[in-house]
């Protein structure tokens, strides 16, 4: 019994620095979505992509049945994390580009740590509160290193605003979602917030009458191809495996580990677009494994 906790223990805290990674790779090709497409039509065309494929394989494994409080609970995640917190986040890459982006979403587990005590009753060790400390101090000082170099000032300041909201929503969205997917299974789950914020963005579009405009762009074929590409990473890589994550190990921990997106995507940048990796960047890589370690230990 012992033996099989401590596997899926682990099984969790690899989805979630599994999901880190594919949400640090994504990152790239959402940013070249946003700069042709709206936020809100970059937000409701993963939506969509994302039901699609989910619903084919869900139609093939067979659906369960799932609770209205899980359903709900899963819902207003759906709303606050994917409406709100994914179209923050696409703006916030626009205006500041991915290191700085993903940067403000280290502010995630000071939130969710917090809400989780408070909410969900967690106790996380001491050993876990020094390393995700510690995580969020490596990865801060990795992604600060070339901030300054990201766009106007005006720009800047716009993308820290959206990169604070959307951090917050996911925030407050992690919270309920740690509780509507304790009985159910993660892919539908994802599903499930997935429908739920594409809806909302729908009646969000027709209300504002923008739904045409937001959606006018897929027509190109280029475009469509890297949204179902884009779309393909950030589900089986970012949701599906960090909702794995969230079902075996606790809220603090798993949002910690996921936020150890901005150390992945340093050797992608250097590889895919010829940066250059200094000392500084391999120094707070070393502070932010010795953090996730500290946390694995707690």
Do not use: H
Not at 11 to 19: D, I, P
Not at 31 to 47: A, M, Q, R, T, Y
Not at 135 to 163: M, P
């Amino acid at each position: 019994m012992e033996q099989s906790y401590m596997l899926y223990k682990y099984l969790g805290g690899f989805a979630a620095l599994a999901s880190a990674g594919a949400w640090a790779f994504g990152s790239l090709f959402l940013k070249k979505l946003g700069d042709e497409i709206s936020p809100f039509g970059v937000n409701l065309g993963k939506c969509v992509i994302g039901c699609f494929y989910l619903g084919i394989i869900l139609l093939l494994v067979g659906i369960k049945p799932v609770s209205n409080q899980a359903f709900w609970f899963l819902g207003l995640s759906g709303l606050l994390g994917i409406t709100l917190g994914d179209t923050f986040f696409v703006k916030s890459l626009v205006y500041l580009g991915p290191r700085l982006a993903l940067l403000l979403g280290t502010l995630g587990p000071i939130i969710t740590v917090v809400l989780a005590v408070v909410f969900l009753k967690e106790r996380p060790a001491l050993l876990t509160w020094l390393g995700i400390f510690i995580t969020i101090i490596g990865v801060s000082w990795v992604i600060w290193e070339r901030s300054s170099k990201q766009g106007t000032d005006k720009n800047r300041a716009l993308g820290i605003k959206y990169g604070l909201l959307s951090t917050f929503c996911s925030s407050v969205a992690i919270i309920f979602a740690k509780v509507g997917v304790a009985n159910v299974s993660a892919l539908q789950a994802t599903f499930i917030r997935l429908a739920w914020g594409g809806i909302a963005l729908v009646f969000w579009g027709i209300a504002n009458r923008r739904l045409k405009n937001w959606m006018n762009p897929y027509r190109d074929i280029r475009l469509l191809k890297l949204a179902f590409f884009c779309v393909f990473i950030g589900i089986f890589g970012g949701f599906f495996l960090f909702l794995f994550s969230l079902k075996y190990i606790g809220a603090s921990s798993a949002t910690t580990l996921n936020c150890t997106t901005p150390l992945f995507i340093l050797p992608i940048a250097a590889f895919a677009l010829k940066e250059k990796i200094t000392l500084r960047i391999i120094a707070g890589t070393v502070i932010a494994v010795f953090g996730v370690i500290l946390i694995f230990a707690g």
